[in-house]
């Protein structure tokens, strides 16, 4: 293969550092953010939700059972968590999760595994009476362009 280059490794803007916003991707709490608080060692992080928001209090993390979001917030090291409270509240950082693309994803998922039988059946008959009236709109526009 070669020698590796480091001028060819992907850039990550998303490093894991204290403050850094991240979600949880395993175990029960899976789904919920986290504020990374302190960096233990290369595989473990001190993490803080705040409890009052997302639910989740201060323990230690596997990095790898985190993915971590671009969000990050202003805090030093081993913040407080009413600090940790208070800095969420000042940057607006549920807001910026809830504006992200990613959260907007993960409630359309969340929605379509809700549906019931018969809503899956009623979008079902929706996209097919989209796609007939597609299908015969573009069929006006391409006679149009052929005369």
Do not use: H
């Amino acid at each position: 293969f070669g020698a590796f280059n480091p001028s060819m490794a992907p850039v990550s803007r998303k490093l894991v550092q204290i403050g850094r916003v991240a979600m949880v991707n395993y175990g029960p709490e899976t789904g919920k953010l986290v504020t990374i608080i302190n960096v233990i060692d290369g595989t473990r992080v001190l993490v803080d939700g705040p409890r009052s928001v997302t639910g989740i209090s201060r323990q230690s993390f596997p990095i790898k059972r985190l993915s971590l979001t671009s969000i990050v917030v202003n805090i030093t090291r081993d913040a407080s968590t009413t600090q940790l409270e208070k800095r969420w509240k000042e940057q607006n950082i549920m807001e910026q999760w809830k504006a992200s693309g990613w959260s907007k994803k993960q409630e359309i998922r969340a929605k379509r595994a809700s549906l019931s039988d018969f809503d899956r059946f009623k979008l079902s008959i929706a996209r097919q009476q989209k796609s007939k009236l597609v299908n015969k709109q573009f069929k006006t526009l391409k006679k149009a362009a052929k005369l």
